[in-house]
């Protein structure tokens, strides 16, 4: 089957700049999307075409379904990929396109509808002899049965909204006493970040690995893995750095990681590219937590080990063709480092939206960097705070550090404070160069601090 003579972004920033580059090489035209006060936004430059979907304000203009469809429609574009974030995870967008007779570049709706609701994925993952954390089979729907549940599994327990992600609407509780606060700030904040309020309830498990693992499934349901990412390092369960391969596990758990991965893919019917993330304790036992059903912001790291252009994948799939690599001939080869640049106050990690009025790239051997930023360009407040991804790769993780300190002391910015300070800062402390660090390493290293 042919690919796409044409697509429409429906995002933004890095990534849309990301997907054009793979579009670019495979011979498709490309339609950027942007909002009226992103008309000169490189991604909008760097495309064929571009149109205005609405005000500055997301919901008017990169969350507005309607106006999509309408722009594809203007421009004849045949497919639509959502990048990541926005409208990327939202069932009704992709059934709409498919509506429109547009076809969606990622899962089907029902693989959406299922990654959404964290509480159904774990349950089949259950009743698939995959691992996962003891706790509620579901959304629990009686909250006098919470208190019970938790007593049963015991404190800590960590509160999970069923519609979450990002770590919003999640609270842990340590003690019995702290439930009730916990619960109704959790609902809470989930209500207003998903419309969903719904909370289900698992054991908190200390001192935890963050390791998720890339898969691609082609319309033919032949499914593959592309090894794992470790994204430990995290603030308020936001993921801040990643690496491929991860340090901290054996030979034996890396196989266990993946079959568990390609059996979960298997298990839902998945079809394109997404991501299984599982929790590893201090004795290598594994639990899902979770599928992303989108191209991840880390996904770069796996890339530069493996070879494979994970974009050029999802539209060679999305498009009816198979998979352009056999999992036999998949070999992670060397080491990987992403830091995410986000336009933060390096300490509080305020938002620092501004005008770029210097701009130096870090570059040479094993550096990438996806941005969308240049002399000039305005980091606007109405949108997320990542401004670049820096990207180093070594023949091991000590050349990839080093690569990563390198690029980090290259990189300038000026007119917007960065998170670069703290990248540096963690490329340097004794416990991330030994492999020695879990998800709670950030909170642990600023207390003692």
Known sequence: MPLFKKILIANRGEIAIRVERACKELGIKTVAVYSDV?????????ADESICIGPARAADSYLNIPSILSAAEITDSEAIHPGYGFLSENPQFAEACKKSKI????????NIRMGGNKSRAKQIMKKNGIPVVPGSDGA???KNLIGKLCSKIGYPVILKASAGGGGRGMRIVHT???????????????MAAFGNAEMYVEKYITRTRHVEVQIAVDSDGTAIHLGERDCSVQRRHQKLIEESP???ITEKTREKLAKFAVKAAESLKYKNVGTIEFILD?????????????VQVEHPVTELVTGVDIVKEQIRIA????????QKNVKLKGHSIECRINAEDPYTFAPSPGTITFLYLPGGPGVRVDTFIHAGAAVLPYYDSLIAKLITYGCNRKEAIERMRRALDEFQIGGVKTTIPFHKSVMSNPDFLAGKFDTGYLERANAAS
Not at 38 to 46: N, P
Not at 103 to 110: C, K, N, S, V
Not at 282 to 294: A, L, P, Q, V
């Open 38 to 46: 992103e008309k000169d936004a490189m991604h909008v430059r760097l």
């Open 246 to 248: 991860s340090v901290a």
């Open 103 to 110: 076809t969606f570049i990622g899962p089907t709706p029902e």
């Open 319 to 326: 498009s009816g063709l198979p998979l352009s690599i056999k």
């Open 140 to 142: 629990i729907t009686d």
């Open 176 to 190: 019995e006493p702290q439930l009730e606060a916990a619960l109704s700030s959790a609902e809470a904040e989930a």
């Open 282 to 294: 201090n004795d290598d036992n594994i639990y899902f937590m979770e599928i992303n059903t989108r």
